[in-house]
């Protein structure tokens, strides 16, 4: 539920961010957030680190890459 609400937020969000300052740097900006969830989450996990946090930073980094991508095709 929480990750549901966290991409609608941010696909509105990107999708003025992209009509502004172009699809490219908003691409940019949500990869790097999806390889930050990546590392933290998968690539070096630290003992504790709660789940759905995780996943919410999972949505909004998936949600401005998509808003990007779909702008460019």
Not at 14 to 36: E, H, K, L, N, Y
Not at 49 to 58: C, D, E, K, S, V
Request: aromatic share 14%; no cysteine; net charge positive.
């Amino acid at each position: 539920m929480l990750g549901g609400a966290v991409a609608f937020v941010t696909l509105r969000v990107a999708g003025r961010w992209a009509d502004r300052a172009g699809a490219p740097v908003v691409s940019a900006a949500g990869t790097a957030a999806f390889v930050v969830v990546l590392l933290a989450g998968f690539a070096f996990p630290f003992e504790g680190l709660p789940i759905a946090p995780l996943f919410m930073a999972f949505m909004f980094g998936n949600s401005f890459r998509n808003v990007a991508i779909q702008s460019l095709s």
